[in-house]
């Protein structure tokens, strides 16, 4: 085994684990923490955390986005990197809390700090850490669904990919709309349900065609999103955050089906 | 209406305000181009020809002056036409192709300049000729090979609507006049001259194949206002 | 005429249940997206031709006062005609007028989005003048009186057999399905038309500062017929159709049709530079160019500036996952998708606009497919967060995201909330999910069941295990990539 040239390998992290991602989906948590530990890392969890503040953001009320979001400027400001599973709020924390702090130095400075020390996971495997095979096994036609953000807000794409790929016995399948988006979009699918819904269908048929038995994501929304329309269908198809499929082989908890719990 | 004044002063004041970093400077791409589709040392009229045919335009590569001549003779006899409106150039007339197309029972008549007096008549004469005229043959300024292009400048033997009013159109080229790209074209019409906006004429059409629409269910149709049809005589011999 | 903006959600609702919409918005799709993908890949480097249109873009509205003085002076000295117009209706004014001192009857029209956002042609019919679309798509629109519902493709959710009943019963010609004949039969038509029309109106789509000359980009030959034909020739432009130099055009065209319609260049692309010279056998005798502002300056003195790079190509109306399921008309105005969502609201008003920001799952698609990378999701954000600031926040949505800070500020009452959540859902969870949620979040599951509130949070579990949980000494696991 080899470090990475130039860089030191980190030891220890903060895990912004999400408010969907605590609220909805605690084994994506716990599969990120159980990997980071395989690889050697610490992981701390500052219990005052919530939210990135999204959904005020996105929705257009900008100050009630700053009263959450400048909690956050100071739960992380002592680590060197946070890590999280979402690509979303990493994109939330690196490309817009700079701006939303512009006008006050002192916090903008803070802001800027955090927002270069925050990792989305599987970019934060790739690209700090340096691996692409953490050691997973896990037997299944699976295909990959880039999120919106992780792909085009936070440009990326091929660590996911790759992660997934290197895990054993998987069979990669990727769906043909593989980027399209699910149609999730935080409170859009609740505003226009229509559109919504039309959207996900087209991503579940894409994924029918691709005949894979296991959808993987690096947002825990997107999946939210997808699953529940599968189970509504009363479609087998499991629907993994990429988390739990590199920790699959290791852990005692196994996949959740769509259909399941 | 707003007066110019009153219309920039507007512009320059939402200027101001926008601000921001908004000092853009922008180079020119060298050579007008970012990556040219053309590569160094490439068979230019072969490129040319792939090109054009794979926008539905056909290509005919000929040796000869006489060779041009008959090939645009019969082309004319099989569309069955009886009146051709053409440019008056030298390379159409050194084909000296008029005789032929009459024996071949078409009428021929060449858009030749008129004096002041006479222009008005003259333009009518021709847009009713034009109106009716089943083939238009024109030359060409230049050929493009990257996109299989036409250059055809507007001049006073050189109607804009020869290229454009027929059902079908012939355009004879010599293989000196292709140039590699859109750009070198450009430089072609800023060499040919002092100042610029003469030389750019009061039209250039750039022709890439015949008319075509998608407008009904996306699928390609052709002539819809245009030509139907675009042929490319390409005239190896060199100007003498 | 257009739908308007206020009510998207019912036309978005309407169009998701119109079938052959349905039908021509998925060939749409299949069609224009590869093809563009194609046509780009086969530029060698699309990245850095993006980057240098984009640069003359940022470069010719930065400076738009210098190139738009520089383009009048240079149209002067071509004898042609230029006008200023500040509005929609100062502009429908001076083309009037102009059409009136040509003692105009017939007005025969290419495709431009800018007479679109004027509404010229009813204007010129009330006045009595007998106005021709000329671009099929157009022309089919204009039989069927309705309006465009794509830049590109204007007619694009009507059906062959529509448009084949429509050519039969308003021009009389035999009834055909035959795509040749039908474009025949629209050719003889407007033909007779062309050769009768005293004025020609056409867009513009790059005017060129430094030689004052006008590009048009068509594909049919009508913008040729419409500039050529005509004794007066009227070409109305938004002010920021401006290039600063010849020399950007060919990068700029590039861009533009492999953008609209994966094409390496149009069938015909007609530089016109002033009106017909002495000698010239055919051409207008006079070019107007109407130069408009109509709401421009001020999104150009706004945040929002690169609104005005945009090309009017269509891109990121093929690739929007939005518009691909409700196409154009639902957008209620000129522009529709992504670009149409920023535009309409900049130029009518974000207050009976402000659903088509909020219509986005801001997924991006729209910035990766445009020539000139306008980051339209995140002007997107700027307009509603801008609606916001007006008041024009769906009801109850502000005291609710007021609350959400609260609880998010609390994580004692945050926890409390997910405790409440878990007791609340109790009788209606199966096996982890919801079928059925309270408004205002019952439309979710309408098609889609909601996931349950974990009877663990990861916080919980973090607290009696995972806290006590040690990374591994080796780091186990970790091969490492190149």
Redesign the interface.
């Given at each position: 085994?080899?470090?990475?040239t130039g860089r030191r390998?980190p030891t220890r992290v903060a895990l912004f684990?999400t408010?969907l991602?605590?609220?909805?989906?605690?084994q994506?948590?716990?599969a990120t923490?159980?990997l980071?530990?395989?690889?050697?890392?610490?992981?701390d969890?500052p219990?005052?955390?919530?939210?990135c503040?999204q959904?005020?953001?996105?929705?257009?009320?900008?100050d009630?986005?700053r009263?959450?979001a400048q909690?956050n400027l100071t739960l992380f400001a002592d680590y060197e990197y946070v890590v999280v599973p979402s690509g979303s709020c990493t994109a939330m924390i690196r490309l817009f809390y700079p701006d939303l702090f512009a006008e006050d130095p002192h916090l903008h400075q803070q802001a800027k700090s955090l927002a270069a020390r925050t990792y989305e996971l599987s970019e934060f495997l790739?690209n700090v850490?340096?691996?692409?095979?953490?050691?997973a096994a896990f037997a299944g036609k699976v295909a990959y669904h880039a999120s919106?953000?992780l792909q085009?807000?936070l440009g990326v794409t091929e660590a996911p990919r790759?992660l997934i790929s290197?895990v054993a016995g998987v069979e990669a399948c990727d769906a043909e709309m593989s980027?399209?988006?699910c149609?999730?979009?935080?409170t859009?699918?609740?505003?226009?349900?229509?559109?919504?819904?039309?959207?996900?269908e087209?991503k579940i048929a894409s994924l029918q065609r691709a005949g894979a038995d296991t959808l993987v994501s690096c947002d825990a929304g997107c999946l939210?999103?997808i699953?529940?329309?599968l189970?509504?269908q009363g479609m087998d198809v499991r629907v993994m955050h990429l988390a739990e499929l590199l920790n699959t082989g290791h852990s005692a908890e196994e996949p959740?089906h769509a259909s399941?719990? | 209406?707003?007066?110019?004044e009153?219309?920039?002063a507007?512009?320059?004041?939402?200027?101001?305000?926008?601000g921001?970093s908004?000092?853009?400077?922008?180079a020119?791409?060298e050579n007008?181009?970012?990556?040219p589709?053309v590569t160094e040392g490439e068979d230019l009229a072969a490129r040319l020809q792939r090109?054009l045919e794979g926008?539905g335009g056909s290509v005919a590569r000929v040796k000869h002056v006489a060779e041009a001549a008959q090939y645009v003779t019969r082309l004319a006899k099989e569309k069955g036409a009886e009146v051709v409106v053409r440019w008056q150039s030298d390379l159409l007339d050194t084909l000296e192709i008029d005789d032929a197309l009459r024996a071949g029972g078409a009428n021929v008549h060449t858009?030749s300049?008129?004096s002041?007096a006479e222009?008005g008549n003259?333009?009518q004469e021709?847009?009713d000729l034009?109106?009716r005229a089943d083939l238009g043959l024109s030359g060409v300024d230049a050929v493009i090979a990257?996109?299989g292009?036409l250059m055809l400048t507007?001049?006073?033997?050189q109607?804009?609507?020869v290229s454009?009013?027929p059902p079908v159109h012939i355009a004879v080229a010599r293989t000196d006049q292709v140039v590699a790209?859109?750009?070198d074209a450009?430089r072609a019409v800023?060499q040919s001259g002092e100042d610029?906006?003469q030389n750019?004429?009061?039209?250039?059409?750039?022709?890439?194949?015949?008319?075509?629409?998608?407008?009904?269910?996306?699928?390609l149709?052709v002539?819809?206002?245009?030509?139907g049809e675009l042929h490319l005589v390409l005239l190896d011999e060199p100007s003498t | 005429m257009h739908l308007g903006t206020e009510g998207f959600?019912e036309h978005?609702?309407q169009a998701?249940k119109d079938e052959p919409l349905q039908n021509?918005l998925h060939?749409?799709t299949n069609?224009?997206v590869p093809r563009r993908v194609a046509a780009m890949q086969?530029?060698?480097?699309p990245e850095?031709?993006r980057t240098?249109a984009r640069?003359?873009k940022?470069?010719a509205?930065?400076?738009?006062?210098t190139y738009?003085?520089q383009f009048?002076d240079?149209l002067d000295?071509?004898g042609a005609h230029?006008?200023?117009?500040?509005d929609d209706a100062?502009a429908r004014?001076?083309i009037t007028s102009i059409a009136q001192q040509a003692e105009a009857k017939v007005i025969v029209k290419g495709k431009s989005m800018a007479a679109e956002e004027i509404h010229l042609n009813p204007h010129l019919e009330e006045l009595g003048y007998e106005v021709l679309e000329?671009?099929?798509?157009e022309y089919?629109i204009q039989l069927a009186e309705e309006t465009p519902s794509h830049i590109i493709?204007?007619?694009?959710h009507k059906?062959?057999q529509q448009?084949a009943s429509l050519l039969h019963d308003k021009l009389g010609d035999p009834y055909t399905e035959e795509?040749?004949d039908?474009?025949?039969i629209?050719?003889r038509a407007?033909?007779q038309q062309f050769?009768r029309a005293d004025v020609g109106i056409t867009g513009v789509n790059f005017a060129i500062a430094d030689?004052?000359?006008i590009v048009l980009v068509t594909?049919?030959?009508?913008g040729?017929?419409s500039?050529?034909?005509p004794r007066v020739h009227i070409a109305l432009m938004g002010?920021e159709k401006i290039i600063?130099?010849?020399?950007?055009?060919?990068?700029m065209?590039?861009v533009l049709t492999n953008s609209a319609?994966g094409?390496?260049?149009?069938?015909?692309?007609?530089?016109?530079?002033?009106?017909?010279?002495?000698?010239?056998?055919?051409?207008p005798e006079e070019l107007h160019v109407v130069?408009m502002?109509n709401g421009r300056?001020?999104i150009?003195?706004?945040?929002n500036?690169e609104a005005l790079y945009c090309l009017r190509c269509g891109a990121c109306l093929n690739v929007c996952?939005?518009y691909?399921?409700?196409g154009g008309h639902a957008y209620g105005w000129v522009y529709p998708g992504p670009i149409g969502a920023v535009l309409t609201p900049l130029f009518t008003g974000l207050d009976t606009a402000k659903h088509l920001p909020?219509?986005?799952?801001?997924?991006?698609?729209c910035?990766?497919a445009c020539p000139v990378k306008i980051n339209i999701p995140h002007m997107l954000?700027n307009l509603?967060?801008?609606?916001?600031?007006r008041g024009g926040?769906?009801a109850g949505?502000?005291p609710l995201?007021?609350l959400?800070?609260w609880?998010?500020?609390h994580?004692g009452l945050?926890r409390l909330g997910?405790k409440l959540?878990r007791l609340g859902q109790m009788p209606f969870a199966r096996?982890?999910?919801l079928?059925k949620l309270p408004p205002?979040?019952h439309?979710?599951t309408?098609?889609?069941?909601?996931?349950?509130?974990?009877p663990?949070?990861?916080?919980?579990?973090?607290?009696t295990t995972?806290?006590y949980?040690?990374?591994?000494?080796?780091?186990?696991?970790?091969?490492?990539?190149e």
């Amino acid at each position: 085994m080899t470090e990475p040239t130039g860089r030191r390998r980190p030891t220890r992290v903060a895990l912004f684990v999400t408010c969907l991602g605590d609220a909805f989906y605690p084994q994506v948590g716990e599969a990120t923490v159980r990997l980071l530990h395989r690889l050697g890392i610490a992981v701390d969890f500052p219990l005052g955390q919530t939210c990135c503040a999204q959904p005020a953001f996105n929705a257009g009320f900008h100050d009630q986005t700053r009263l959450v979001a400048q909690r956050n400027l100071t739960l992380f400001a002592d680590y060197e990197y946070v890590v999280v599973p979402s690509g979303s709020c990493t994109a939330m924390i690196r490309l817009f809390y700079p701006d939303l702090f512009a006008e006050d130095p002192h916090l903008h400075q803070q802001a800027k700090s955090l927002a270069a020390r925050t990792y989305e996971l599987s970019e934060f495997l790739f690209n700090v850490v340096g691996t692409d095979d953490v050691g997973a096994a896990f037997a299944g036609k699976v295909a990959y669904h880039a999120s919106c953000h992780l792909q085009r807000e936070l440009g990326v794409t091929e660590a996911p990919r790759r992660l997934i790929s290197r895990v054993a016995g998987v069979e990669a399948c990727d769906a043909e709309m593989s980027e399209q988006c699910c149609g999730f979009g935080g409170t859009f699918a609740v505003k226009y349900p229509e559109i919504s819904s039309a959207m996900l269908e087209k991503k579940i048929a894409s994924l029918q065609r691709a005949g894979a038995d296991t959808l993987v994501s690096c947002d825990a929304g997107c999946l939210m999103h997808i699953a529940g329309r599968l189970r509504r269908q009363g479609m087998d198809v499991r629907v993994m955050h990429l988390a739990e499929l590199l920790n699959t082989g290791h852990s005692a908890e196994e996949p959740h089906h769509a259909s399941g719990n | 209406m707003s007066s110019r004044e009153a219309f920039l002063a507007r512009v320059r004041q939402a200027l101001q305000t926008g601000g921001q970093s908004h000092h853009a400077e922008a180079a020119p791409a060298e050579n007008g181009e970012i990556v040219p589709l053309v590569t160094e040392g490439e068979d230019l009229a072969a490129r040319l020809q792939r090109e054009l045919e794979g926008v539905g335009g056909s290509v005919a590569r000929v040796k000869h002056v006489a060779e041009a001549a008959q090939y645009v003779t019969r082309l004319a006899k099989e569309k069955g036409a009886e009146v051709v409106v053409r440019w008056q150039s030298d390379l159409l007339d050194t084909l000296e192709i008029d005789d032929a197309l009459r024996a071949g029972g078409a009428n021929v008549h060449t858009a030749s300049p008129a004096s002041e007096a006479e222009a008005g008549n003259r333009r009518q004469e021709m847009r009713d000729l034009l109106a009716r005229a089943d083939l238009g043959l024109s030359g060409v300024d230049a050929v493009i090979a990257e996109t299989g292009t036409l250059m055809l400048t507007a001049q006073p033997g050189q109607m804009r609507g020869v290229s454009l009013l027929p059902p079908v159109h012939i355009a004879v080229a010599r293989t000196d006049q292709v140039v590699a790209t859109f750009a070198d074209a450009l430089r072609a019409v800023r060499q040919s001259g002092e100042d610029m906006q003469q030389n750019l004429t009061s039209c250039i059409s750039f022709v890439t194949g015949p008319s075509r629409t998608g407008d009904i269910e996306l699928k390609l149709t052709v002539g819809v206002h245009g030509p139907g049809e675009l042929h490319l005589v390409l005239l190896d011999e060199p100007s003498t | 005429m257009h739908l308007g903006t206020e009510g998207f959600q019912e036309h978005a609702r309407q169009a998701l249940k119109d079938e052959p919409l349905q039908n021509a918005l998925h060939l749409l799709t299949n069609e224009f997206v590869p093809r563009r993908v194609a046509a780009m890949q086969a530029l060698g480097d699309p990245e850095a031709l993006r980057t240098q249109a984009r640069a003359v873009k940022e470069q010719a509205v930065a400076q738009l006062d210098t190139y738009l003085e520089q383009f009048a002076d240079n149209l002067d000295k071509l004898g042609a005609h230029v006008h200023w117009a500040h509005d929609d209706a100062e502009a429908r004014d001076i083309i009037t007028s102009i059409a009136q001192q040509a003692e105009a009857k017939v007005i025969v029209k290419g495709k431009s989005m800018a007479a679109e956002e004027i509404h010229l042609n009813p204007h010129l019919e009330e006045l009595g003048y007998e106005v021709l679309e000329t671009d099929l798509g157009e022309y089919i629109i204009q039989l069927a009186e309705e309006t465009p519902s794509h830049i590109i493709a204007p007619a694009i959710h009507k059906t062959r057999q529509q448009i084949a009943s429509l050519l039969h019963d308003k021009l009389g010609d035999p009834y055909t399905e035959e795509l040749t004949d039908m474009t025949q039969i629209a050719r003889r038509a407007l033909r007779q038309q062309f050769l009768r029309a005293d004025v020609g109106i056409t867009g513009v789509n790059f005017a060129i500062a430094d030689t004052g000359s006008i590009v048009l980009v068509t594909n049919e030959g009508n913008g040729r017929l419409s500039s050529t034909l005509p004794r007066v020739h009227i070409a109305l432009m938004g002010m920021e159709k401006i290039i600063p130099r010849l020399d950007d055009l060919p990068v700029m065209l590039k861009v533009l049709t492999n953008s609209a319609t994966g094409q390496k260049i149009s069938s015909y692309v007609t530089m016109i530079t002033g009106p017909r010279r002495a000698h010239d056998l055919d051409g207008p005798e006079e070019l107007h160019v109407v130069v408009m502002d109509n709401g421009r300056s001020n999104i150009l003195g706004s945040e929002n500036r690169e609104a005005l790079y945009c090309l009017r190509c269509g891109a990121c109306l093929n690739v929007c996952p939005i518009y691909q399921n409700i196409g154009g008309h639902a957008y209620g105005w000129v522009y529709p998708g992504p670009i149409g969502a920023v535009l309409t609201p900049l130029f009518t008003g974000l207050d009976t606009a402000k659903h088509l920001p909020r219509a986005s799952t801001l997924c991006g698609a729209c910035r990766e497919a445009c020539p000139v990378k306008i980051n339209i999701p995140h002007m997107l954000l700027n307009l509603r967060r801008q609606s916001v600031s007006r008041g024009g926040a769906p009801a109850g949505e502000a005291p609710l995201f007021s609350l959400w800070a609260w609880v998010m500020r609390h994580p004692g009452l945050y926890r409390l909330g997910l405790k409440l959540a878990r007791l609340g859902q109790m009788p209606f969870a199966r096996r982890g999910w919801l079928g059925k949620l309270p408004p205002p979040f019952h439309s979710w599951t309408k098609s889609r069941d909601f996931k349950a509130v974990a009877p663990q949070s990861f916080r919980d579990r973090w607290q009696t295990t995972l806290q006590y949980e040690q990374p591994s000494r080796n780091g186990a696991g970790g091969g490492h990539h190149e």
